[in-house]
């Protein structure tokens, strides 16, 4: 069993930046590619980003690229989300998360070991 910790949430003023952690104990996110999901009040969670264990090649929602950036230490086995120019709609909460299928998509099925996630608001 991973018990998954994200931090480094809070409130920020539009145009401000944050970044996301997320640690793992137990087992660890060793040759999983690893993502970040988000989810606002009242709407479904999404995909964010995702990166690989090997060669760490990133995938962006459209949303967000350009803005973030995901990446990770496996040593530490750490996850890490750098959020800037944020805007109000990226207000939510962001979970990280484990994936365990070889699908080509990023849906929340394709992904296990929900953390309990961080709220992120963007507002003046």
């Known amino acids: 069993q991973v018990e998954v910790v994200e931090s480094g949430g809070g409130l920020v003023q539009p145009g401000g930046s944050l970044r996301l952690s997320c640690t793992a104990s137990?087992?660890?996110?060793?040759?999983?590619?690893m993502g970040w999901f988000r989810q606002a009040p009242g709407k479904e969670r999404e995909f964010v980003a995702s990166i690989n264990w090997v060669r760490h090649t990133t995938n962006y929602a459209d949303s967000v690229k350009g803005r973030f950036t995901i990446s990770r230490d496996n040593a530490k086995n750490a996850l890490y989300l750098q959020m800037n120019s944020l805007k109000p709609e990226d207000t939510a909460v962001y979970y990280c998360?484990?994936?365990?299928?070889?699908?080509?998509?990023?849906?929340?099925?394709?992904?296990?070991?929900w953390g309990q996630g961080t709220q992120v608001t963007v507002s003046s």
């Open positions: 998360a484990r994936k365990i299928s070889d699908s080509f998509y990023n849906t929340i099925k394709d992904y296990d070991s």
């Open positions: 137990g087992r660890t996110f060793t040759n999983y590619p």
